[in-house]
């Protein structure tokens, strides 16, 4: 069973920084590849950053310098540390899932399984 739970969202200032936390089962942060969505108001879903199936990071172009995807095997976490916060990084923030397909992971944005999501506001 896929079980994500998010937390570490909030209100910040532009220019500050959050570090989001996903809690995976044992079974998901095992056998499946794992990433950050998020979705604003009004707007399409973005893939924000995952692990490939080699350990390689990928980010989207409006976080890359800005964002850092980091896991600690140990307690089956996921970690998206977000620094100079901007206010168009506003969204609900997701922890998702997929299974590998052939050895490699699909795109973030098409990942199946998502968690509750924890809400990221930044403000002027």
């Known amino acids: 069973q896929v079980q994500l739970v998010e937390s570490g969202g909030g209100s910040v200032q532009s220019g500050g920084s959050l570090r989001l936390s996903c809690a995976a089962s044992v079974y998901t942060y095992s056998n499946y590849c794992m990433g950050w969505l998020r979705q604003a108001p009004g707007k399409e879903r973005e893939g924000v950053a995952a692990?490939?199936?080699?350990?390689?990071?990928s980010y989207a172009d409006s976080v890359k310098g800005r964002f850092i995807i980091s896991q600690d095997n140990a307690q089956n976490t996921l970690y998206l540390q977000m620094n100079s916060l901007k206010p168009e990084d506003t969204a609900m923030y997701y922890c998702?899932?997929?299974?590998?397909?052939?050895?490699?992971?699909?795109?973030?944005?098409?990942?199946?399984?998502w968690g509750q999501g924890t809400q990221v506001t930044v403000s002027t």
């Open positions: 692990f490939d199936s080699d350990g390689s990071t």
């Open positions: 998702a899932a997929d299974p590998p397909y052939g050895g490699s992971c699909p795109p973030v944005g098409d990942f199946g399984y």
